[in-house]
């Protein structure tokens, strides 16, 4: 996980987390208070790691398989999820 480059207070899961979900929102250190952005490769990796599994799925099983959508749904996507706060960068605002 990133760590505030001012006064070294690790960003927690659930801050970038909610940061993501808020479609990039910035993000407050929790100690010193200075805003961070999320880094324009970050933006393209966290797009790409959501929606590649999900058209991988749509054009290499023809004919949709159940399975591959349902391995995507509850496997790939969960775990794109949480791994996601760890591969994202933040930079100062
Ligand atoms: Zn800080």
Redesign the pocket.
Known sequence: MQT?E??R?PFTWKQVTKSLLAAYKPIS?R??G?RYKVQFLSRVLASLLVFGPIFMAILFSRPISTQMLIFVAFIVLPSVFVALPYLIRYRIA
């Open positions: 505030c001012v006064c207070t250190c100690t010193c200075n």
